[in-house]
């Protein structure tokens, strides 16, 4: 099979274009760059923007499948009024770029970005695939973001891939938690009580191999593993695979400081759990949070 990745260069897109590579298929990264770092050997690089048109549709033409991943990191930076839209434009833009090339010809098949930000904030009830939609920036962000993909269901399978927090070495949300614990400052935010629904990125990526190899997933599909945590518990979790202490909490008036409006976000959370996934068969390497730390932190 030949795929098509864009946003290669990124956490999830450096590995599963590794993974892919291993499995024996083609793979074309596209990038902004003209000589883009971090892609695994056997990676054709393609430059282009995947929100402008340009060559790169063409490339995206002939392949047989596309995994598109690209958009701005959410935790970059705090979010203002502009880079709210910069977080909008960026998904929106290039997923109707690709859906449009994908209606038309090419690709049978678009696994497409989401998050699992679609549900909203909610409490202790359990979320999977048939949930509704949510209130909210990152809600609206999630529903327009798969609405714009939705044109490509024409002529091909395509699966919203609604992903939770990625777990991974040498990047992503985990490094980012444990700078306090490395200074043995690491705790709960404010009581903990919220859940984080985690997925560890061997999961990640086999939950999209899973999705591109079959012929039977469309539609959303939950990356969560199936046991989410409580944000205490994951705190915890964090300090015993560390060997450090859990217990200084981080009050939410100074997330609120650092994040400003993403804190809310980060600071409420989810339950979900991969329905679509467990039902389809698909057998998780890292079903629990312990284990999943114990491999990224030895």
């Known amino acids: 099979m030949h795929v098509f990745v864009t946003g290669a260069t990124g956490l999830i897109g450096t590995a599963l274009c590794q993974a892919l590579v291993e499995r024996g298929h083609a793979v074309t990264a596209l990038s902004r760059s003209s000589a883009p770092r971090g892609l695994p050997a056997g990676v054709r690089a393609c430059q282009g923007d995947p929100a402008s048109p340009g060559r790169w549709q063409e490339e995206l033409a002939v392949c047989d499948a596309c995994v598109h991943l690209a958009g701005e990191p959410l935790a970059r930076r ?83 891939l609604r992903t939770g927090i990625v777990l991974a070495r040498g990047g992503g949300a985990l490094q980012q938690m444990l700078l306090p614990f490395r200074f043995f400052l690491g705790g709960p935010i404010g009581r903990g009580e919220f859940w984080v629904s985690w997925i560890h990125i061997a999961d990640e990526v086999g939950l999209v191999l899973w999705a591109l190899e079959g012929d039977s997933v469309s539609g959303p599909l939950d990356a969560t593993a199936p046991e989410p945590v409580r944000q205490r518990d994951l705190a915890r979790a964090i300090g015993r695979a560390l060997h450090r202490p859990s217990a200084v909490p981080v009050p939410l008036i100074a997330l609120r400081l650092a994040l400003g409006e993403l804190a809310q976000a980060v600071a409420t959370g989810q339950r979900v759990l991969p329905r679509k996934a467990l039902d389809g068969g698909y057998r998780f390497r890292f079903e629990r949070l312990e284990p999943a730390l114990r491999d990224l932190l030895r």
């Open 78 to 160: 705090r979010w203002t009024e502009e880079r709210k839209r910069a977080i909008r434009a960026s998904r929106l833009d290039s997923t109707r770029r690709v859906a449009e090339v994908i209606a038309a010809r090419g690709p049978g098949v678009l696994i497409s970005g989401s998050a699992i930000g679609y549900y909203g904030p909610h409490g202790d009830e359990p979320l999977d695939e048939e949930a509704p939609a949510g209130q909210g920036f990152l809600a609206s962000v999630c529903q327009e973001w798969e609405e714009a993909a939705r044109p490509a269901a024409a002529r091909a399978r395509v699966v919203a």
